[in-house]
Structures are given as structure tokens and as C-alpha cells.
């Protein structure tokens, strides 16, 4: 008895595609074969933390694209590009700004952080490069309130990468 596939398209933006596709070839592996197996890794990963009990504590990693309000052509770091300056003069002042997708992300993912203080411990927002950024929430209490923020963050269309890591929380009885 042969077993039934499905057919689907995904989209992906340029750069993850060409990652994936070198990632690919240097396996040696179909993209039918390597879509399957990430899907069965995501799959299980998610298995395996719902079965965890009820009281948690760990981690959110999120790697974002971040896309800046300030018109590049513009402003003092293009012109002193070349010389290896790693700072930008701007002008910060409050103005109205229309926001890109990646800008409304930001303000989002703050908002979506703000429905969850009881279970958010700290969080450490890095920037990686001028495009991308790494935001590690740490978190603590209820599976469901965590898991809950987990989806939320993921839904932003700017997540790159998104890694949760929790264990079971021991409350100390003494």
C-alpha cells in the first residue's frame, strides 16, 4: 500500500529561499524531502511541549528584520559610509511617520508583550545588524499564558526565527 501526498505551494522571500536552497544541495536532499523533514522536526518539537506541565519557565528568541523610518538617501552615515563611521546623525524629533510592515511589527510586538507581564520575566532586545535584530524574552508561569505568547509573537510577519525553550518550573515549597 503506497502512501498519499499532498502538493502545495509556499512562498518565501528571496534570501530565505536561496538559504534554504543551499542548505539543501549540501545535504544532498529533494526540496520535497527537506520541507518534510522541517515540518516533522516543527511537528515534534510542538509535541513534545504540550505534554510538559502546567507551570513553566524559559525562553522566547525571536529573530525580527527591522526596517528604519529614516530615508537613507538623506542623511549623514551614507556620506560617510566609506570611511568606516559606524554612527548616524538623524533628526529623532517627534513627527508623524508612516510605518512600513516591519515598523508596525515593532510596535505590535510591544503591544503583544504588554498583554503578557504576568508571565514575562525580562526581556534583552539585541541588535544584530542595521536590518536584524534578536529579542530574548525570558518567561514564567502558566503553559498556556507562555504558549499563547509564543503564537502571537510568530504571527509577525517580520519573524525571521522564532525558538522556544521552556522546562517544568519546581516551586520551592520551603
Same mark, same amino acid.
Given at each position: ?7 502545495f ?9 536561496d ?21 516533522y ?6 509535541? &513534545? ?10 525562553? =522566547? #528568541?525571536?529573530?525580527?528584520? *527591522?526596517?528604519? !523610518? ?38 505590535? &510586538? ?10 514575562? =520575566? #525580562?526581556?534583552?532586545?539585541? *541588535?544584530?545588524? !542595521? ?44
Amino acid at each position: 500500500m503506497s502512501e498519499e501526498y499532498k502538493r502545495f505551494t509556499v512562498s518565501l522571500p528571496q534570501d530565505l529561499y536561496d538559504e534554504f536552497e543551499k542548505y539543501r544541495k549540501e545535504l544532498n536532499i529533494s526540496r520535497s524531502d527537506a520541507v518534510r523533514k522541517a515540518m516533522y522536526s516543527y511537528l515534534s518539537s510542538q509535541e &513534545n511541549i504540550s505534554k510538559i506541565s502546567s507551570n513553566v519557565i524559559g525562553c =522566547i #528568541s525571536l529573530i525580527m528584520s *527591522h526596517k528604519h !523610518f529614516i530615508d537613507d538617501l538623506n542623511h549623514e552615515h551614507n556620506k560617510n559610509h566609506d570611511k568606516g563611521i559606524l554612527y548616524h546623525e538623524h533628526d529623532y524629533s517627534s513627527r508623524p511617520i508612516y510605518a512600513n510592515v516591519h515598523q508596525t511589527d515593532l510596535i505590535l &510586538n510591544n503591544e503583544i508583550q504588554h498583554h503578557y507581564t504576568d508571565v514575562i =520575566i #525580562s526581556k534583552m532586545h539585541i *541588535h544584530l545588524q !542595521f536590518e536584524k535584530c534578536l529579542e530574548i524574552i525570558a518567561v514564567s508561569g502558566p503553559f498556556d499564558r507562555v504558549n499563547k505568547l509564543k503564537e502571537n509573537l510568530e504571527q509577525l510577519r517580520s519573524v525571521l526565527s522564532i525558538g522556544f525553550f521552556i522546562i517544568d518550573k519546581i516551586d520551592d515549597e520551603t
